[in-house]
Nanobody, 116 residues
């Protein structure tokens, strides 16, 4: 069982930056780590992911603005968000997928609000 705790959310003006952190209670070195977000009234969507080897993938809507990274020694994943837009407003969730095994875990979410 792995617990994920997100932090770093908050209120920021459009064009600003935030850095989200996701601290895991267990080892994440072999896990695919990802950030998802869910805006009010919308479905949860994938934002960015990073595999154990470091390869990353991003939603088209955040490419060039967001950067996902991981520190396996600290069992922590980060999401650096730059040039934030009001449409980035959502609850951001950390997700971990165990490979192999297929078990997955979710954090409780952190609110990001971008004002225009």
């Amino acid at each position: 069982q792995v617990q994920l705790v997100e932090s770093g959310g908050g209120l920021v003006q459009a064009g600003g930056s935030l850095r989200l952190s996701c601290a895991a209670s267990g080892r994440i070195s072999r896990m695919v780590m990802a950030w998802y977000r869910q805006a009010l009234g919308k479905q949860r969507e994938s934002v960015a992911s990073i595999i154990s080897g470091g390869t990353t993938n991003y939603a088209d809507s955040v490419k060039g603005r967001f950067t996902i990274s991981r520190d396996n020694a600290k069992n922590t994943v980060y999401l650096q968000m730059n040039s934030l837009k009001p449409e980035d407003t959502a609850v951001y969730y950390c997700h971990a997928l165990a490979v192999p095994g297929g078990y997955d875990y979710w954090g409780q979410g952190t609110q990001v609000t971008v004002s225009s």
